[in-house]
């Protein structure tokens, strides 16, 4: 399946990664799927075309960003959210959308063919993640904070996912700007005696139960 880029960023940018990716998405076929990390909001439009394909309107998208750079998450690693290098896009957000495309409101509307299957939150996904019932959840897409004690927080949080015998695909395992991805993802598939496949010439951790 083609993985489209919606005229956005998406740090699934790399020739062939995004159908990639979906096709790894459509051997589950998960009903309800969870993005941690939705930045732009491209791979949340493609999960929920893919969804819609399959399920009709028998799915559900939730997705998980902080939305907005704050002291918070000063030590993250954000994507550059401007189109600094692209004047043509910058103009076009700025004064013809006049949207930040990195915001709760662009991506609900870049979402609002699906507006009844979709949950965006705001927030951060430390404190976020205790207060969903992941045990609705059966496919996690996690590309959020990058920092090793936010990638286990949400590894932790997603075990229930993986006790129901669904999916934990984490983006950037070989990421050499962000080394505490692959620190807690190994740690957390030791400690927990997990199947773990390294997918996507290295790019992705695929986490299972065993
Ligand atoms: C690499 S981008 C996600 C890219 C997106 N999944 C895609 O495919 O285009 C990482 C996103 O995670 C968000 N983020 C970073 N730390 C976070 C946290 N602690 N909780 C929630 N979101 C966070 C950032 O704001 C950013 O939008």
Do not use: W
């Amino acid at each position: 399946m083609e993985y489209k880029k919606y005229y956005r960023k998406t740090s699934l940018k790399q020739e062939g990664i995004g159908s990639f990716f979906l096709n790894e998405i459509l051997k589950k076929n998960p009903k309800t799927f969870l993005e941690i990390g939705v930045f732009h909001g491209v791979t949340a439009r493609n999960v929920c075309e893919l969804l819609f394909k399959s399920h009709g309107n028998n799915f559900n998208y939730i997705g998980l960003d902080l939305f907005e750079e704050s002291d918070e998450n000063k030590n993250e690693i954000i994507p550059n959210t401007t189109f600094s290098s692209n004047p043509v896009k910058q103009f076009y957000y700025k004064y013809i959308k006049r949207q930040n495309p990195y915001s709760l409101e662009a991506v609900e509307e870049l979402l609002n063919k699906f507006k009844n299957n979709i949950h965006l939150i705001k927030g951060n996904s430390n404190k976020v993640l205790k207060k969903i019932d992941m045990s609705k959840i059966d496919y996690v897409f996690l590309d959020g904070g990058h920092e090793y004690n936010t990638v286990l927080n949400d590894l932790n949080c997603c075990m229930d996912v993986i006790n129901n015998s669904g999916t934990v695909l984490c983006d950037d395992y070989d990421l050499q700007q962000a080394p505490g991805v692959k620190k807690a993802i190994d740690e957390f598939v030791n400690k927990n005696n997990l199947n773990c496949s390294i997918i996507g010439n290295g790019r992705f951790a695929k986490i299972e139960k065993n």
